[in-house]
Every structure is written in C-alpha cells, then in structure tokens.
C-alpha cells in the first residue's frame, strides 16, 4: 500500500508564505507525475500545479508567479512552496501522485488527506 502525507498547512496573513510537503511511501516503483490540487468549502476541488519525473511543471493561471512546485525523486517527496498568499488561496490542499509500485504493470492515482490553508488577518 502506497501512502502519501501533506505537510505545512497553517494560519497565514495576506503576502505571507507557507511550503507545503507531501512524502510518499511504500513500494513505490515511479512516480510519474506530481500535482497538488485545493478545494474550498462549497466549491469543486481544482488543479494548482503539476510536475513530471523530469521537472516539467505547470501552474493554474491564477497561481502563476506566485507559487513553486518541485520534488525531490530519491525521497519520493513534492514540494508547493506558496508566496504572495492572498485570501482567495484558502482551501485544503491536497497531494496527488501519478505512481506505479513495484507489483504493478500500469500507473495509478494516489491522493493524500489534505492539509488546511488559512489566509486571514
């Protein structure tokens, strides 16, 4: 059974910053592609950034500029490091991997708990 664990939610100001973790265990033979997504109360969950093996990443246009997603492959690790924070970015986010583990012969999603942003004075 594969895993995956978000970090480093919390309370922060407008303008403030937060990077968010998310490590992933078991018997994990790839992950191929890493994202991380935010839902709102009462809203639909939608993509905020992805990123391949190879460190191609793509961003929702309305977090263009302000946030960082990267990994790291030998910890099996993602990382959203999230700047300018506005009140509109909060929400729960959520890890998701693209992974194949080590019995299996094709990919299959993954998703994390979530872990809850705050931007608020």
């Known amino acids: 059974q594969v895993q995956l664990v978000e970090s480093g939610g919390g309370l922060v100001p407008p303008g403030g910053s937060l990077r968010l973790s998310c490590a992933a265990s078991?018997?994990?033979?790839?992950?191929?592609?890493m994202g991380w997504y935010r839902q709102a109360p009462g809203k639909q969950r939608d993509l905020v950034a992805t990123?391949?093996?190879?460190?191609?990443?793509n961003y929702a246009e309305d977090v263009k500029g302000r946030f960082t997603i990267s990994r790291d492959n030998a910890k099996n690790t993602g990382y959203l490091q999230m700047n300018s924070l506005k009140p509109e970015d909060t929400a729960v986010y959520y890890c998701?991997?693209?992974?194949?583990?080590?019995?299996?012969?094709?990919?299959?999603?993954?998703w994390g708990q979530g872990t809850q942003v705050t931007v608020s004075s």
């Open positions: 990123i391949t093996y190879d460190g191609i990443s």
């Open positions: 078991g018997r994990i033979f790839r992950i191929y592609i």
């Open positions: 998701n991997a693209r992974l194949r583990t080590v019995l299996s012969t094709t990919p299959s999603d993954v």
